[in-house]
C-alpha cells in the first residue's frame, strides 16, 4: 500500500452486532515521504466515549522482506553524521532521525558506526576488508574441498595399482 498523503481524515467504520464503532485515521511519515521513500503507514484507532486509542504499524509480508533502499541508508547516515558534526544536536540523533525516517535506531546506529570505520574515523574492520576476508574464506573452502578429493581419488587409484591383475 503506497501512501503519499500524510494523514487521512478520520472516518468512522461501521462495527458488527454487538460492537463499537470505532475512529480509524491513516497516518503516513511526512518527513521519509518528503525525501522521496515509502514508509509503511500507522494505524490509530480510536473507541469514541471509551478513551481508549491503538495505533499499529501496517506491515505485510512483501514490506518485511523489502530491504533498506541503498539511496534512504546512505541520506541516513549523512543525516546523522551531519547532526553529530553540529554542536548540541549529537546526543540522540540517531533516534531522532531513525524515527523520522522510520528506520530502527540501532540499525541506523549501526550503520553509522560501519560508515565511521570505512571512512578511518572509528577503528574497526571496514567494509572492504570484511569482504576480502570473505573471499579468500571461500577460496580456503573450495581448496581444502579439492584437496580432499584428490586425497581419496589418489588412495583409491593406489589401492587399484596394489592389487593382482588376472
Given at each position: 500500500m503506497v501512501m503519499r498523503s500524510?494523514?487521512?481524515s478520520p472516518r468512522t467504520l461501521p462495527?458488527?452486532?454487538?460492537h463499537r464503532t470505532a475512529d480509524v485515521e491513516i497516518v503516513a511519515n511526512a518527513a521519509a515521504d518528503e525525501l522521496g521513500f515509502h514508509v509503511e503507514p500507522e494505524v490509530r484507532v480510536?473507541?469514541?466515549g471509551t478513551g481508549r486509542r491503538d495505533s499499529r504499524?501496517?506491515?505485510t509480508r512483501e514490506n518485511i522482506d523489502t530491504p533498506v533502499q541503498p539511496v534512504l541508508r546512505e541520506r541516513a547516515i549523512r543525516l546523522?553524521?551531519?547532526a553529530k558534526?553540529?554542536?548540541?544536536?549529537a546526543k540522540?540523533?540517531?533516534?531522532r532521525i531513525g524515527n523520522q525516517l522510520g528506520i530502527n535506531p540501532e540499525t541506523l546506529r549501526g550503520w553509522v558506526a560501519q560508515a565511521e570505520v570505512d571512512a578511518g574515523v572509528r577503528p574497526?574492520?571496514?567494509?572492504a576488508d570484511a569482504a576480502r576476508i570473505d573471499e579468500l574464506e571461500r577460496e580456503v573452502r573450495e581448496l581444502r574441498r579439492a584437496n580432499a578429493i584428490l586425497k581419496s581419488a589418489s588412495a583409491f587409484l593406489a589401492a587399484e595399482l596394489d592389487r593382482p591383475h588376472r
Amino acid at each position: 500500500m503506497v501512501m503519499r498523503s500524510t494523514t487521512s481524515s478520520p472516518r468512522t467504520l461501521p462495527a458488527p452486532a454487538g460492537h463499537r464503532t470505532a475512529d480509524v485515521e491513516i497516518v503516513a511519515n511526512a518527513a521519509a515521504d518528503e525525501l522521496g521513500f515509502h514508509v509503511e503507514p500507522e494505524v490509530r484507532v480510536s473507541f469514541p466515549g471509551t478513551g481508549r486509542r491503538d495505533s499499529r504499524q501496517i506491515t505485510t509480508r512483501e514490506n518485511i522482506d523489502t530491504p533498506v533502499q541503498p539511496v534512504l541508508r546512505e541520506r541516513a547516515i549523512r543525516l546523522v553524521l551531519d547532526a553529530k558534526a553540529e554542536p548540541g544536536s549529537a546526543k540522540g540523533a540517531c533516534a531522532r532521525i531513525g524515527n523520522q525516517l522510520g528506520i530502527n535506531p540501532e540499525t541506523l546506529r549501526g550503520w553509522v558506526a560501519q560508515a565511521e570505520v570505512d571512512a578511518g574515523v572509528r577503528p574497526g574492520m571496514s567494509t572492504a576488508d570484511a569482504a576480502r576476508i570473505d573471499e579468500l574464506e571461500r577460496e580456503v573452502r573450495e581448496l581444502r574441498r579439492a584437496n580432499a578429493i584428490l586425497k581419496s581419488a589418489s588412495a583409491f587409484l593406489a589401492a587399484e595399482l596394489d592389487r593382482p591383475h588376472r
